[in-house]
Structure formats: structure tokens, C-alpha cells
């Protein structure tokens, strides 16, 4: 229909199409058809739990060849987890159909330095077939002779953008962008220390939503990708899977007890 966000009409917004209504657009379908799937014997052993979205970012200014270079952090989107299916978990940065450089690649052709890029813990929506982890990142400005990157932040920026849940699974954490500035990562290196916690870096968090930001020398970009959705009541899930998934980092020892009911004295390292 005329003046839909998939027919829109003057004076409607139609910047950030495909990285914000076109991802609605998206989910809207994905979760009819995941319904009527659900209701065929044939069918419904393919469903998967829908995403909805994620955060990104592009930066642009002078890298460290002295040549002024626009570009995408290509690691977010490519590393969302996925939702979890009737059967199965989800998998962990399974991601949506796009490559993912590694992080040396992108610190040799920009100026850039990570601290971590991981799967972040407690991020995956809980059920009895949980949803796949996303990655959480931080860096950080390197070798920049401006010392300085500009940067523009976009994708679904509610609360409410990452894997949902389906049939009593929960959904997983949101997708997001925190810029933490004046953070005393430059500090903690200098000492050969590594600054792999984001608590411990200090500074004046700032989340990003649709707007353009400044990316400083002392400054830390954070950023979570989505996390797929879970399926079924989490009370059902086998405590020996949630014993692994704790002994892998990907559930706390407090979510286990708390979400799935599983109380464990301690986990093997």
C-alpha cells in the first residue's frame, strides 16, 4: 500500500533503507512463514528462530599510508549468531551471508588496533536449543596520523533488534555501539598490560545510535553483534549442555542457575 515503508510516498524517509526498515521488512516475513512452517509435520523441523537486525559502523579518515580511506567494519553482521531450529542450537557467529576479514587484515590496511574480538557470554537467547553467540569487539585508533577517525553509526538502534525467541525461547541480547572516551587503554599498554575488560578501561561511555561520531586517540569503540533467539523453555535444556556451554565462556555460571535452573559448582578450566 501507498505510504508503506515498502511503497513510501513524499514527505516519508527513505535513507537507511536496507539497514533499517529493509530489516523489518525482512523479519515481518521471516516470522509469518516461520509460523505457518511450525504448523506441518513435514515442515517444521526447518524452522529457525528469526533476527532482526545489528549495529554497524564506517569509518573514514587518513590511515596509516597517508591516504585518506573510507570503510565498514565488516567484521558485524558477518559474525551475528543465528537463531536456534526444533532440534538444535544455534550456531555461534554463524553469521548472514557475508565474509568476515580477520582482525589482522583489517589492522594491516587500516589504523586500527583490537583489544578483543570474541563471543560475547550470556549473549545467546536462552531455551531448550539455544541461540547461536554473537561477537563483541572493542578497538581502538592505531598509527593514525590525525589521531582521529571519523565514523557514522547505523542499523536498528531499539532495544529490541537482535534474535528473537520462539515458542517460549528467549530472545538474545541486543546489538550495540558504545563509544567509551578518554579511556585509559593507550595507558594500560604502555605498561604491557592488555586491556581486554571493558570495566577496566575507563572513560565516559557514550551509546551510539543513527548519528555520525568522532573516533579520538584515548577513545575505544565497543560493539555487539546480534545473537540468535532461542527455542523452547530453557528449564528443558540438558544440564550436561549447559555444563559445556559454561565451560566454554558462553554462559555465566549466575545465567546458568538463574535462567536454566542448572547450579554447578565449578567448571574445569
Not at 515498502?6 to 533503507?17: A, E, F
Request: proline residues 5%.
Amino acid at each position: 500500500p501507498e505510504g508503506t515503508i515498502v511503497n513510501v510516498r513524499h514527505p516519508g524517509p527513505i535513507s537507511m533503507s536496507t539497514t533499517s526498515s529493509g530489516f523489518g521488512v525482512g523479519f515481518l516475513a521471516s516470522s509469518v512463514l516461520m509460523q505457518m512452517l511450525a504448523t506441518s509435520e513435514k515442515w517444521r523441523k526447518e524452522i529457525v528462530a528469526p533476527g532482526a537486525s545489528h549495529r554497524n559502523c564506517r569509518h573514514s579518515g587518513v590511515n596509516q599510508y597517508g591516504r585518506y580511506s573510507p570503510f565498514i567494519n565488516m567484521a558485524h553482521g558477518a559474525l551475528d549468531g543465528n537463531g536456534a531450529g526444533i532440534s538444535k542450537d544455534g550456531v555461534d557467529s554463524g553469521g548472514c551471508y557475508m565474509s568476515c576479514p580477520n582482525v589482522e587484515w583489517m589492522e594491516l590496511h587500516y589504523p586500527l588496533l583490537y583489544l578483543f574480538r570474541r563471543h560475547a557470554s550470556d549473549s545467546s537467547g536462552a531455551g531448550k536449543f539455544r541461540g547461536g553467540a554473537g561477537v563483541e569487539s572493542a578497538h581502538m585508533l592505531h598509527d593514525a596520523p590525525e589521531r582521529k577517525l571519523r565514523g557514522v553509526a547505523y542499523g536498528v538502534a531499539s532495544r529490541r533488534n537482535s534474535g528473537h525467541g520462539i515458542f517460549g525461547g528467549y530472545p538474545g541480547a541486543p546489538s550495540l555501539m558504545v563509544l567509551l572516551q578518554k579511556t585509559t587503554a593507550n595507558e594500560q599498554i604502555e605498561k604491557n598490560q592488555c586491556p581486554v575488560d571493558v570495566a577496566e578501561l575507563g572513560g565516559q561511555p557514550k551509546a551510539l545510535g543513527y548519528c555520525n561520531f568522532e573516533l579520538g586517540h584515548d577513545d575505544v569503540l565497543y560493539m555487539r553483534v546480534a545473537s540468535g533467539g532461542g527455542y523452547g523453555d530453557p528449564l528443558e535444556r540438558d544440564p550436561q549442555l549447559v555444563r559445556n556451554d559454561v565451560h566454554n565462556g558462553l554462559v555465566s555460571m549466575q545465567a546458568a542457575r538463574d535462567i536454566y535452573g542448572v547450579v554447578l559448582e565449578a567448571v574445569e578450566g
